[in-house]
């Protein structure tokens, strides 16, 4: 029967053969993927499908008169809104 400290040895052996084996491979991988992509002129819509557009801006809803600061109502209220009414602001 082996032991505790054979098996942790043959299990860092075993790992660090896979990372070799891994590192080898994805080398090779992407060249392979560079040499598909050129030759057949793949863009990246075509491979990853279309990516979410960014988030639209929020329009504002508030603003400082005096300074010009704006605010879109989410969020915590800015410190020039605290204990005034917030229609006084309105845009």
Same mark, same amino acid.
């Given at each position: ?19 070799? &084996?891994?590192?080898?491979?994805? !080398? ?26 960014? !988030? ?10 005096? !300074? ?5 109502? #989410? ?5 020039? &809104?605290?204990?005034?009414? #917030? ?5």
């Amino acid at each position: 029967m082996t032991s505790l400290q054979e098996l942790l040895a043959q299990k860092e052996a075993l790992e660090q053969q896979i990372s070799q &084996l891994k590192k080898a491979e994805r !080398t090779d991988a992407l060249q392979n993927a560079r040499t598909l992509i050129e030759t057949y002129d793949l863009t990246v819509e075509e491979l990853f499908g279309k990516q979410k557009s960014a !988030t639209k801006p929020v329009a504002v809803k508030y603003r400082n008169p005096e !300074t010009g600061e704006t605010w879109t109502g #989410r969020g915590r209220a800015p410190r020039w &809104l605290e204990g005034k009414n #917030r229609e006084d602001y309105a845009v």
